[in-house]
């Protein structure tokens, strides 16, 4: 795998302490890299098509080297080549680009899948027009990404991930979101949110005790897929549909 030096430092943020910081992070709050969610979308789409996957957004790998045996085709754009070097280690196809410039032909998957990705882009109506662009005819796109109207966020305020995390720079709420999507020429086939999982809470109970009961709660709502409303889990979770 080729990947070519940043011309952008700025853009070097995403280095391999970032994603050593984050995962770090992942697991003091919710004790897994939420191994379950990932699970879960991968039997979702593949039950409907075995087509082509990309996941945008990709990192080190940790959603796509679970699902390439489920699609015909699988790969990842991403747009630090730290995530992308481990990445690579699981023999994945990969590419170094910009999410709101995407190097894909038009009508070239069935589906996309960006994680915790579209909070970190300065424009992401760019990244929706390319989706849309890059996306066959009714072709679907997943995402999820924080939600400032979690009742997490609520809780901890200056102290919930999603304003923790210094490259966030497009944490909007639901109904924002679903203009910029109808404006690409998406469909919501669903949308909620996911569980608490941002843990500790509460100051009167050990951190650890925290840990164990909202890590054991996150992973059994993410394996039976509820959809929680927009005021309730820490990521906003869409199921999107090309028009």
Same mark, same amino acid.
Not at 25 to 43: C, E, I
Not at 83 to 92: D, E, F, N, R, V
């Given at each position: 795998?080729?990947?070519?030096?940043?011309?952008?430092?700025?853009?070097?943020?995403?280095?391999?302490?970032?994603?050593?910081?984050?995962?770090?992070? +992942?697991?003091?709050?919710?004790?897994?890299?939420?191994?379950?969610?990932?699970?879960?979308?991968?039997?979702?789409?593949?039950?409907?098509?075995?087509?082509? %996957?990309?996941?945008?957004?990709?990192? #080190? $790998?940790?959603?796509?080297?679970?699902?390439?045996?489920?699609?015909?085709?699988?790969?990842?754009?991403?747009?630090?080549?730290?995530?992308?070097?481990?990445?690579?280690?699981?023999?994945?196809?990969?590419?170094?680009?910009?999410?709101?410039? &995407?190097?894909?032909? !038009?009508?070239?998957?069935?589906?996309?899948?960006?994680?915790?990705?579209? #909070?970190?882009?300065?424009?992401?109506?760019?990244?929706?027009?390319?989706?849309? +662009?890059?996306?066959?005819?009714? $072709?679907?796109?997943?995402? !999820?990404? =924080?939600?400032?109207?979690? %009742?997490?966020?609520?809780?901890?305020?200056?102290?919930?991930?999603?304003?923790?995390?210094?490259?966030?720079?497009?944490?909007?709420?639901? !109904?924002?979101?679903?203009?910029?999507?109808?404006?690409?020429?998406? &469909?919501?086939?669903?949308?909620?949110?996911?569980?608490?999982?941002?843990?500790?809470?509460?100051? !009167?109970? =050990?951190?650890? %005790?925290?840990?164990? /009961?909202?890590?054991? &709660?996150?992973?059994?709502? /993410?394996?039976? #897929?509820?959809? /929680?409303?927009?005021?309730?889990?820490?990521?906003?979770?869409?199921?999107?549909?090309?028009?």
């Amino acid at each position: 795998m080729d990947i070519p030096a940043d011309p952008n430092p700025k853009k070097n943020r995403f280095d391999d302490g970032y994603f050593k910081r984050q995962y770090k992070n +992942r697991l003091l709050a919710s004790g897994s890299d939420k191994p379950v969610l990932y699970s879960t979308w991968r039997r979702k789409l593949a039950k409907k098509s075995h087509g082509r %996957l990309l996941e945008v957004g990709c990192g #080190e $790998g940790n959603f796509l080297r679970r699902a390439q045996a489920d699609f015909s085709f699988a790969c990842g754009v991403d747009l630090s080549k730290e995530g992308l070097k481990t990445a690579s280690g699981h023999q994945l196809i990969l590419t170094h680009a910009d999410a709101q410039n &995407l190097p894909y032909k !038009t009508s070239s998957f069935d589906f996309l899948v960006a994680f915790d990705v579209v #909070e970190h882009l300065p424009e992401p109506e760019k990244f929706f027009a390319e989706a849309a +662009r890059i996306l066959k005819n009714e $072709g679907e796109l997943v995402l !999820t990404t =924080p939600n400032p109207d979690s %009742l997490g966020s609520r809780i901890k305020k200056e102290k919930w991930f999603g304003h923790q995390d210094p490259t966030h720079c497009s944490i909007k709420k639901a !109904t924002e979101w679903q203009k910029i999507f109808a404006a690409a020429g998406f &469909l919501v086939i669903s949308s909620g949110t996911d569980a608490l999982w941002d843990s500790p809470y509460l100051p !009167t109970i =050990p951190a650890f %005790l925290q840990k164990i /009961f909202f890590s054991g &709660l996150s992973n059994f709502f /993410f394996l039976i #897929e509820p959809y /929680f409303p927009w005021n309730f889990g820490e990521n906003l979770v869409f199921w999107l549909k090309k028009k």
